[in-house]
């Protein structure tokens, strides 16, 4: 059987099935060598680095937590766990990013982790590296967000030692392949090209550009904007971000033994550059909007439309603050879905989500998006307003603090028995430069949640006369 699949468009010309037949015939009667693969013997890193060596060390009890300080200045967070026998999970963080670029190099910093990726490490191009690494259970991947460089990753306690020498690799010798990124910016411009005819992606970019007051940097992406991209100072960017490991923070859960994971700790680590460089990132002046702003997007045929609402606005960053506004989301979801999705049967979802930021400024952003039929958009709308200010008028009854409470433990009690749990929350905290809290001090604020609580959060964190409301409706027809 032979499938062709192909655009309609004007000026296109599909093949027909005389050709088609022709192009088998060739192809089954065309001579091919037989693949000859090359085996790759050669170690990741032949001459092993001078070893640093740990410098200071810091318990942390409470935590199971073992913090050491290395010579060249970089942190490591180690948290040894036994809730999967085979699992290593790693991250590292450093302020600075994509926010240390020029505007006029932002999209080559943006691509610059993704450059070193498909271009491989030291001798080894990334289908090499594949090839190596083949049999192994390990990985690991560098990013630059706007604020920060990072490194994610895991391994089985087998493969540990190869974890380490790809960070030390990925560090030192990034390797250069113009022919690597060529495909993958082919690629890049080929999913642009076809996401820009989604009726979805013009409603999503018309939500950010407008929640971003058009900044330089939230442009939505098209071929032109990426084709500002250069592949030299994307190198040059990568390599300056990660030429000094003395402001990283290294973290480790999961199953490994202090006395197993030391020397290659210091091997790999310790020996890595030290620049003692004080820096952070840079506030772009990303900035929100002031006051009501509401628009439309017509596009695409469906009749379906969705809706999305972002309250903006200062925030106050203490714990009892993001425990009682991530409450507050979680009621605020539950009520809205008992009223849009159930007693009006408006919507098949209905999603409440709010994210408190610390950096580059304390503030925080509510989303609640909903999906339903063009015709019950205003109806939906004034529904959701509607909750809102019932909750700022009353705090919500018993129930809803009871599910929430029941959730939350739940959650918790799951949590803590992920390792990638852990390495998320220790990295939140480490980054931010906070103490970790008591443990039983979360327990006292799920047991203590009330409905005065969220009602103030309610009244404090949503600002009718201050947010964003996009709404996505089908064209017009002529």
């Given at each position: 059987?032979?499938?062709?699949?192909?655009?309609?468009?004007?000026?296109?010309?599909?093949?027909?099935?005389?050709?088609?037949?022709?192009?088998?015939?060739?192809?089954?009667?065309?001579?091919?060598?037989?693949?000859?693969?090359?085996?790759?013997?050669?170690?990741?890193?032949?001459?092993?680095?001078?070893?640093?060596?740990?410098?200071?060390?810091?318990?942390?009890?409470?935590?199971?937590?073992?913090?050491?300080?290395?010579?060249?200045?970089?942190?490591?967070?180690?948290?040894?766990?036994?809730?999967?026998?085979?699992?290593?999970?790693?991250?590292?963080?450093?302020?600075?990013?994509?926010?240390?670029?020029?505007?006029?190099?932002?999209?080559?910093?943006?691509?610059?982790?993704?450059?070193?990726?498909?271009?491989?490490?030291?001798?080894?191009?990334?289908?090499?590296?594949?090839?190596?690494?083949?049999?192994?259970?390990?990985?690991?991947?560098?990013?630059?967000?706007?604020?920060?460089?990072?490194?994610?990753?895991?391994?089985?306690?087998?493969?540990?030692?190869?974890?380490?020498?790809?960070?030390?690799?990925?560090?030192?010798?990034?390797?250069?392949?113009?022919?690597?990124?060529?495909?993958?910016?082919?690629?890049?411009?080929?999913?642009?090209?076809?996401?820009?005819?989604?009726?979805?992606?013009?409603?999503?970019?018309?939500?950010?550009?407008?929640?971003?007051?058009?900044?330089?940097?939230?442009?939505?992406?098209?071929?032109?904007?990426?084709?500002?991209?250069?592949?030299?100072?994307?190198?040059?960017?990568?390599?300056?971000?990660?030429?000094?490991?003395?402001?990283?923070?290294?973290?480790?859960?999961?199953?490994?033994?202090?006395?197993?994971?030391?020397?290659?700790?210091?091997?790999?680590?310790?020996?890595?550059?030290?620049?003692?460089?004080?820096?952070?990132?840079?506030?772009?002046?990303?900035?929100?909007?002031?006051?009501?702003?509401?628009?439309?997007?017509?596009?695409?045929?469906?009749?379906?439309?969705?809706?999305?609402?972002?309250?903006?606005?200062?925030?106050?960053?203490?714990?009892?603050?993001?425990?009682?506004?991530?409450?507050?989301?979680?009621?605020?979801?539950?009520?809205l879905r008992e009223v849009i999705r159930e007693d009006k049967s408006g919507t098949y979802g209905v999603?409440?989500?709010?994210?408190?930021?610390?950096?580059?400024?304390?503030?925080?952003?509510?989303?609640?998006?909903?999906?339903?039929?063009?015709?019950?958009?205003?109806?939906?709308?004034?529904?959701?307003?509607?909750?809102?200010?019932?909750?700022?008028?009353?705090?919500?009854?018993?129930?809803?603090?009871?599910?929430?409470?029941?959730?939350?433990?739940?959650?918790?009690?799951?949590?803590?028995?992920?390792?990638?749990?852990?390495?998320?929350?220790?990295?939140?905290?480490?980054?931010?430069?906070?103490?970790?809290?008591?443990?039983?001090?979360?327990?006292?604020?799920?047991?203590?949640?009330?409905?005065?609580?969220?009602?103030?959060?309610?009244?404090?964190?949503?600002?009718?006369?201050?947010?964003?409301?996009?709404?996505?409706?089908?064209?017009?027809?002529?």
């Amino acid at each position: 059987v032979v499938t062709v699949s192909s655009p309609k468009k004007d000026g296109f010309v599909p093949p027909t099935e005389n050709e088609v037949l022709k192009i088998l015939e060739e192809a089954s009667t065309k001579k091919v060598d037989a693949y000859v693969d090359n085996i790759i013997t050669k170690p990741l890193i032949e001459k092993k680095p001078k070893p640093g060596r740990v410098t200071k060390t810091k318990e942390i009890k409470e935590y199971s937590i073992t913090e050491w300080t290395l010579s060249n200045g970089a942190r490591v967070i180690l948290k040894p766990t036994d809730f999967k026998n085979d699992e290593i999970v790693f991250s590292a963080y450093s302020r600075g990013g994509t926010s240390l670029a020029s505007d006029k190099d932002f999209i080559s910093a943006a691509n610059a982790a993704a450059t070193v990726s498909e271009g491989g490490v030291g001798e080894f191009d990334a289908t090499t590296l594949r090839k190596l690494l083949a049999g192994k259970i390990v990985s690991v991947n560098p990013g630059i967000s706007e604020l920060s460089e990072n490194f994610s990753g895991n391994a089985s306690p087998e493969d540990l030692e190869t974890l380490f020498q790809l960070v030390h690799l990925y560090f030192t010798s990034p390797r250069k392949d113009t022919a690597a990124v060529q495909a993958y910016l082919a690629r890049q411009k080929a999913f642009v090209e076809n996401n820009r005819l989604s009726p979805e992606s013009a409603f999503r970019d018309t939500f950010y550009v407008t929640t971003s007051q058009y900044h330089f940097r939230s442009r939505p992406m098209t071929v032109k904007i990426l084709d500002e991209y250069n592949f030299d100072r994307a190198i040059a960017f990568y390599k300056d971000r990660y030429a000094d490991a003395s402001d990283f923070i290294f973290f480790f859960i999961g199953n490994f033994e202090l006395v197993k994971m030391k020397p290659f700790v210091e091997q790999y680590l310790a020996s890595l550059p030290n620049l003692k460089r004080k820096e952070s990132w840079r506030d772009v002046n990303r900035i929100s909007p002031k006051g009501v702003i509401e628009k439309e997007v017509r596009k695409g045929i469906d009749p379906k439309s969705y809706v999305l609402m972002s309250f903006t606005g200062s925030f106050e960053w203490n714990l009892q603050n993001l425990f009682d506004f991530q409450a507050m989301t979680e009621v605020l979801d539950i009520k809205l879905r008992e009223v849009i999705r159930e007693d009006k049967s408006g919507t098949y979802g209905v999603d409440v989500s709010g994210s408190p930021s610390l950096f580059p400024r304390k503030q925080y952003s509510i989303t609640i998006w909903f999906g339903c039929a063009p015709e019950r958009v205003k109806e939906l709308t004034q529904a959701v307003l509607q909750q809102i200010d019932s909750i700022k008028l009353k705090q919500p009854e018993q129930i809803y603090m009871d599910k929430v409470k029941e959730m939350t433990r739940r959650e918790l009690q799951v949590n803590r028995r992920e390792n990638r749990w852990w390495l998320s929350t220790l990295r939140t905290f480490y980054a931010n430069g906070e103490d970790l809290p008591p443990l039983s001090q979360v327990e006292k604020m799920i047991e203590n949640l009330s409905g005065t609580a969220i009602q103030t959060a309610v009244s404090r964190y949503f600002n009718m006369n201050n947010y964003v409301r996009v709404v996505l409706f089908p064209e017009k027809k002529e």
